[in-house]
């Protein structure tokens, strides 16, 4: 809910319903001081990653209503804004949501995957899209980051 909030912050105290990039690093850095700029950019493009702002070349605009969103009075936001989502807890988690199971039994049974059926030589990240695909879970939009993730080592 944080990014969400620090997304909606800008158009729902300026008023607008679309931004450019400059105004809105302009809002968080030197506006409200929360962030420097390069903090500012992370956060833009963390937001657009996560579906909650839309880019069209020139503007940002909102993919939800601002007005959704409640600003406490004082809000600063943290640190976590700036943290990427992390693809690999995510699948494991919503497996573990539609299995009602710990997530602790979904790794297991990822580890299971990958010593069992592949002598140890596959990858988490293949072997957890596997068990989401054995349970009929829906993790299709994952998938990208996920072979991202692979390739990259990001492990």
Not at 39 to 64: C, P
Not at 112 to 128: K, S, T
Not at 132 to 143: E, I, L
């Amino acid at each position: 809910m944080t990014l969400k909030t620090a997304v909606a912050a800008p158009f729902r105290h300026l008023r607008k319903a679309s931004l450019k990039k400059s105004e809105l690093v302009y809002y968080y850095a030197l506006d409200r001081k929360w962030m420097s700029t390069e903090q500012a950019s992370i956060l833009l493009k963390n937001a657009e990653d996560e579906g909650l702002l839309v880019h069209d070349g020139t503007v940002y605009t909102l993919s939800f209503d601002p007005g959704s969103v409640t600003i406490p009075l004082g809000y600063k936001p943290t640190s976590a804004v700036f943290d990427r989502k992390d693809v690999f807890s995510e699948v494991v988690n919503r497996i573990a949501r539609a299995l009602k199971k710990e997530e602790t039994e979904v790794i297991a049974e990822m580890n299971r995957v990958i010593r069992e059926g592949f002598d140890g030589n596959l990858l988490p990240e293949a072997a957890i899209a596997i068990v989401a695909r054995r349970h009929n879970v829906p993790v299709d939009d994952c998938f990208p980051e996920l072979e991202k993730s692979m390739r990259k080592g990001d492990r």
